[in-house]
């Protein structure tokens, strides 16, 4: 098993190794005001393609109760993307609930770790919480961290607000596109996860009237086009050198 995991990791640094080298690592001491990711603040995203929409769909499991969504689409202006959450039967006693986009989707067994760490273009880390006052500095990913926990007071919960930092431009760090949702417990253990899947709509003069009745809908390892491949491919490479690290060192 350990044999196994090294090999991969040593597998993996090899194929990697001329590109991933020089990749700083995220900062593990520090304050949640002062820590930045190793590459710096997050940029924010002004030419997202406006009318396209993603979803995520939570659905019972054998682990989590988790019925809702959260819907993703660009503002008009393609300046930031709105974030709409509606979740209904959380199961009170296990939160608040920390949530993020992941990097890998969900695959077929439903096995979330297999969705390893959050989208993290910028290698901010999760070693030091994020500090909602400066959402640019966050992972890119950590939506909990910078918009605030999922709520446990009642069962149902929903929110709406806008990330600068998230992107639906594919081929860029910031896309997040082809990964996943995972809902944590509060102690961080993984809940609940949902792919994201693209919804196109066939009107592309506002929107405001993104509608979830048109057209396509793609897996979320189907929907990745060449450019966004690539940049799956270095992303998840450098998660899965991080998490071979976090194997090592553990
Ligand atoms: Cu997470």
Redesign the pocket.
């Given at each position: 098993m350990r044999f196994s995991v090294s090999a991969a990791l040593v597998a993996a640094l090899a194929s990697s190794q001329v590109v991933y080298a020089a990749l700083p690592s995220p900062p593990t001491t520090g304050t949640p005001e002062d820590t930045t990711g190793a590459l710096g603040d997050a940029q924010v995203i002004t030419d997202n393609p406006v009318g396209v929409t993603y979803i995520a769909e939570f659905e019972p499991t054998e682990k989590s109760t988790i019925k809702g969504y959260l819907k993703f689409a660009a503002t008009s202006n393609g300046t930031g993307v709105t974030v709409e959450v509606s979740l209904e039967d959380l199961p009170q006693e296990k939160g608040p609930f920390?949530?993020?986009v992941?990097v890998m989707p969900v695959p077929e067994d439903g096995n979330l770790t297999e969705?390893l760490l959050?989208l993290d273009p910028y290698i901010r880390g999760s070693a030091i919480a994020s500090d909602p006052a400066h959402p640019e500095r966050a992972e890119v990913?950590d939506l909990s961290g910078k918009h605030g926990k999922i709520s446990n007071e009642t069962t149902t919960w929903s929110t709406k607000y806008v990330d600068y930092y998230i992107s639906t431009k594919e081929g860029i760090g910031a896309f997040f596109g082809n990964r996943s949702i995972?809902i944590?417990d509060s102690s961080?253990g993984?809940l609940a996860g949902a792919n994201l899947k693209e919804v196109s709509t066939t009107n592309t003069t506002s929107s405001n009237t993104t509608s979830t009745n048109a057209t396509t809908v793609a897996s979320a390892t189907a929907s990745a086009t060449e450019t966004a491949g690539a940049a799956l491919v270095g992303l998840s490479t450098s998660a899965l050198v991080f998490s071979g690290l976090a194997y090592l060192f553990m």
């Open positions: 920390p949530y993020h992941h969705t959050h990913g995972i944590h961080n993984r």
